[in-house]
């Protein structure tokens, strides 16, 4: 049996989970999946169109709890699986009374932030361990086991038999689970619905939610503006001359290194934070902006190492507060308001990283250039999406990783994730599934979620739109359910 490496695995999800990318979050999102499970376990047709806006019965994870455990009933001992950063535990706290619960994750990390974060919330019931749980040991009963991450687990026999043991008689194992593809190998068909899908939504509701960030833009609408704006600015700008590279027209502060070569300048600063690395004197004068018109310097640069402050000292001495802070990455064309250019002395290049290393930049190319009046103009005649230039900032596109790209960034990923329905029926006399649709969405609303939280009536016809299309594609096309709530246990729980 193929096994994962524990410490790879163990360090992949130490990361905290991102809300703001993830498409679950989406209130509407959130409704469809709680009508789905609902009507699953009423024994109705799923197909509700159009969907509520938000859940009214707490989501699907209370909808789906709520038929298998009674409200009323506390729960004396709860086990959670794979319970990562504790969401469960702690959502589960919220709606029952927990008398005790055992946490149980691969990751050091994720279980002292739980813990750190029961401890805040007052969950004082609320335990934590660190273990594989594909060499999982159990000691005593359960009356409620729960599970968000079976699907990275390669020893389903062994967990599945494990539980069961362990598990009260009538008892619920509850989990929310990938229970797709092995491998996260998707059909031909569906990677094609999700290309098609992103391509339908507007080019303002698909800035990502990262770019935003790296943006400093919290907006969708207000962060393609500024994309557009820089893009305009890119075809309006002028080079600053090549003279400014070579080592004798640079002002390097003590300890720096500056090597020059035939592209530009490699800059690696001191150690220590906020030492500048290399002062680069401006040598050209730039009109002041008019009007709806901005001033903005563009330096293309590759972080290799550290972290770099990209910013300005004026006549005067004094930092302007737009210094821009870099991380090491690929090259890029990073673009910084150029307030009162002709004040501007220097541009800076200096030490940002805070754990005591030397940052190292290579800078290939500065430019000075003004936006144009309309920049939204521009945007309608040429796809920012698809311009080399800005693409980067936008989800265009899904491909699926390959197996042997999944091995080396996560082994555990959805390893035997198509055989934890069938595992669960091998073990267990009752098992129950509640699917909750997202086979597209997932993807094409990854990293997109947090531009669709609002109620705006382009927001909600868009995501009516997208909930209709992967309705249609999954009821008579080779695109199968992906997601669902799993209960399994020794009898049939809705016949209470």
């Known amino acids: 049996m193929e096994c994962p490496g524990p410490d790879v695995v163990a360090t992949r999800w130490g990361v905290a989970p991102d809300d703001a ?5 989406i209130p509407a999102v959130e409704a469809r999946a709680s009508s789905w ?27 789906v709890l709520d038929r298998v455990h009674p409200p009323e009933r506390p729960i004396e001992r709860l086990l959670s699986l794979c319970c990562g950063h504790g969401h469960a535990e702690r959502a589960l706290a919220r709606v029952r009374a927990v008398r005790s619960s055992d946490g149980v994750d691969i990751s050091p990390a994720a279980i002292a932030h739980a813990a750190a974060v029961a401890r805040q919330e007052g969950f004082d019931t609320l335990h934590y361990r660190v273990a594989d749980l594909n060499q999982l040991t159990l000691e005593g009963t359960y009356d409620f086991v729960y599970a968000g991450g079976v699907h990275h687990l390669s020893n389903l026999e062994h967990v599945f038999a494990e539980v069961r043991h362990h598990l009260a008689p009538g008892a619920p194992f509850m989990m929310y689970e990938y229970i797709g593809a092995a491998r996260c190998q998707y059909t031909r068909r569906q990677v094609e619905a999700i290309n098609s899908c992103i391509r339908l939504l507007p080019e303002r509701l698909r800035v990502r939610i990262s770019a935003q960030r790296e943006l400093g833009i919290p907006s969708s609408t207000d962060a393609y503006d500024r994309l557009a704006r820089r893009l305009s600015c890119l075809e309006n700008s002028e080079p600053m ?5 070579p080592l004798t027209g640079c002002r390097r502060e003590r300890g720096s290194m500056v090597e020059t070569g035939t592209s530009g300048l490699r800059v690696t600063t001191p150690a220590e934070r906020f030492h500048y690395g290399v002062k680069i004197p401006r040598k050209m004068d730039v009109p002041e902006a008019a009007g709806e018109r901005e001033t903005v310097l563009m330096v293309d640069a590759h972080v290799r190492g550290g972290e770099i402050g990209i910013g300005y000292v004026t006549d005067d001495g004094s930092t302007f507060l737009e210094e821009f802070v870099v991380k ?12 009162t250019p002709n004040r501007c002395r220097w541009i800076v290049l200096r030490n940002q990283s805070a754990n005591g290393q030397p940052s190292v930049v290579e800078v290939y190319g500065i430019r000075v250039g003004l936006t144009t009046p309309n920049p939204q103009t521009r945007a309608t005649q040429s796809a920012l999406a698809d311009d ?10 899904f491909r699926p990783m390959t197996v042997e790209e999944w091995k080396s960034t996560d082994p555990s990923e959805s390893i035997r994730s198509d055989e934890i329905v069938p595992q669960l029926r091998a073990v267990f006399p009752w098992v ?7 086979s597209l969405l997932q993807f094409v609303l990854y990293d997109l979620a947090a531009n669709f939280y609002g109620e705006a009536d382009e927001v909600r016809h868009y995501l009516d739109m997208l909930f209709h299309i992967e309705d249609v594609v999954m009821a008579h096309d080779d695109v199968p359910e992906n997601f669902a709530y799993v209960v399994a246990a020794d009898s049939d729980l809705t016949q209470r």
Not at 21 to 25: K, L, R
Not at 241 to 245: G, T
Not at 388 to 397: A, I, N, Q, V
């Open 388 to 397: 080399p230039r800005t693409r980067r900032y936008f989800w265009t596109d």
């Open 37 to 63: 499970a609902r009507r699953r376990f009423d024994g109705a047709v799923p197909w509700v169109s159009p969907y509520p806006r938000r859940a009214d019965d707490g989501g699907a994870f209370i909808g």
């Open 241 to 245: 001359p090549l003279d400014v590279f």
């Open 328 to 339: 090491a990455s690929d090259r890029r064309t990073w673009h910084l308001p150029f307030p």
């Open 21 to 25: 990318i993830n498409y679950a979050t």
């Open 432 to 438: 129950h599934v509640c699917y909750t649709r997202g």
